[in-house]
């Protein structure tokens, strides 16, 4: 069983990124054999910075790890390191037409048909597909938002296994029951979002024990009486239950019962949180004191998953028709 994700390194990593993705990629680790991605060449579809693209991948490896990827259980890598996943990615757009990738909502709600977005901003799913069919991966844990890639990585696999023989394994996509679309703290119309500049919308993995307590207790909700779990009419406090329940299990109707005001559920998610949080903060920090460490790892993490990429590679392109030396 085959397992592979990966996040972008655009930012700091919040708390839908972790309730949404990573800590099923700490579980899967233990089942089989994981493949975990910093997409750092997802990040050039957007304006880049090169010092803070630098910053954030490291940042964005060292969080990983802090939040229990083992890089001697999983392979953990940086996306460009590995030569595979951009060749495959011209090999995917080369079998996606036009019209499925005008389809990703994503880009549409990024895009939004300016003449100057990147090219690589619409061409993003097929390089996404590559990533996880270069491992012949089985799952993909992934939030709810990437949804419609991965059905999009399904059909080309499909497609291309049908015009040039079977090559590729159909990835499943593995979507949590709770946390899988974490919302913004402030507009909980929003998901939690690496790109919204509201301080207080997101709970960033690196905040301090005041930074998490002060966002929850800001957390917008409503004026109606008592405390319910009514994700139509109540998205803040939903939200709210929600994320306490990625963080103890109990299901978020359950958890309202046991309260009847705001101000006491609030205080105790915020001190869950902190229970959960703090620990990946301290060791985050631990880990970007040793930065040669970082790099050997980083270096380690490249040549396993290029064995394995540069394999599934060779046959993409001995089928096509290319010649393969
Ligand atoms: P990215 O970097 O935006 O997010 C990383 C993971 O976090 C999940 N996530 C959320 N989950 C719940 N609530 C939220 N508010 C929330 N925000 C983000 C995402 O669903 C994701 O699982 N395209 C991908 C990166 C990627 C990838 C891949 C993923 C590139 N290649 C191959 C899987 C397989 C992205 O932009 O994720």
Redesign the pocket.
Known sequence: MRV?????P?GM??I??Y????VNWVREQEEGESFY?V?DL?ALTIEVDPKELQKGTLETFATLIACGIDPNKSTLFV?SHVAAHPMLGWIMECTASMGELNRMTQFKDKGRGSESVKAGLFT?PA??AA??LAYQADR???????KQ??ELARDLANRFNRLYGETFKVPEPQIPAV?????DLTDPTK????SSKVMNSKIYITDSDKEIQKKISRAVTDTYEGVAYDPENRLGVANLLEIFSAITHERPEIIAEKYSAYGPLKKDIGEALVAQIGPIRDRFNELLDDKAELFALMQKGASRASEVAEETSRSARRAMGLVVI
């Open positions: 592979l994700s990966g996040i972008q655009t990593a919040h839908g990124n309730y949404g993705a990573i991605c997409v997802h996306q993003y390089l996404m990533d996880i993909v844990p992934v939030g709810e938002d990437q890639h991965l946390g899988a679309r974490v919302m998901k939690m979002s690496k």
